[in-house]
């Protein structure tokens, strides 16, 4: 199984700051998901990244896969509270494509 | 768009009994699904991964006689947690996919506490 790595693991922010989260890996990704939780509450899909160095944005959020594909990123702008919650990763894997997820960033933007 | 029921969405049983969870595709056919299980401020570990017809295929050091997982059709996968433990509380979540390339939606999960 192809491990993600994420970090950091928790970040504590001031409302108005911006802050970036890393997926990395030593291998190759196919494609790479970035998800939001809620407490309670499944993740829900923010974004698929596929083709190396490729950008997209989702309002004040910007995900890059870097052009390896081994390495996204999440950047988030302006933090509002909320914004707060937990951030995971995940690329599908072999032939039953089923995902595997980073440990997680869970934020916190405060007030 | 694609929609995924799951019940319970919480369940608290005696410790030794058994607890079965259901998720259901709503809209859509799903030819595969997948269980998670996530443990408090920790992310989503998968168990399983099962499709419609066949056995499912577990995660190392997870327990297939105990978590049992039936697939039995296009719209349904049960997950039953057998003579439960209180640390098998956790929140159990399950996903599903119409095939590769469709992505995946997942269920709103289910707290079990095991007293």
């Known amino acids: 199984t192809q491990l993600l790595e994420q970090s950091p693991q928790f970040l504590s922010i001031q409302e108005g700051e911006n802050l970036t989260v890393y997926c990395n890996s030593s291998?190759?990704?196919?494609?790479l998901q970035w998800y939001r939780q809620e407490p309670g509450e499944g993740p829900v899909l923010l974004v698929t990244v596929v083709t190396g160095g490729e950008v997209k944005k989702l309002k004040r959020l910007t995900f890059q896969f870097g052009d390896a594909r081994k390495d996204s990123s999440l950047h988030i702008t302006a933090a509002q509270p909320g914004d707060t919650g937990l951030y995971l990763c995940a690329s599908p894997q072999g032939g039953a494509q089923k995902l595997v997820f980073g440990q997680g960033t869970r934020l916190t933007i405060n007030p | 768009g694609a929609v995924v029921s799951q019940h319970p969405s919480r369940v608290i049983c005696k410790s030794g009994t058994s607890v079965k969870i259901e998720c259901r595709s709503l809209?859509?056919?799903?030819?595969?699904m997948f269980w998670y299980r996530q443990f408090p401020k920790q992310s989503l570990m998968l168990m399983a991964t099962?499709?419609?017809?066949?056995?499912?295929?577990?995660e190392q050091g997870v327990e297939k006689d105990k978590f049992l997982i039936n697939h039995a059709s296009l719209t349904l996968s049960t997950l039953t947690v057998t003579s439960a433990h209180p640390e098998d509380s956790s929140f159990y979540i399950c996903?599903?996919?119409?095939?590769?390339?469709?992505?995946?939606?997942f269920g709103s999960g289910t707290r079990l506490t095991v007293v």
């Open positions: 099962s499709n419609e017809g066949s056995k499912a295929t577990y």
């Open positions: 291998s190759v990704f196919s494609s």
């Open positions: 809209d859509f056919q799903a030819t595969t």
């Open positions: 996903s599903a996919s119409k095939g590769r390339g469709y992505g995946y939606t």
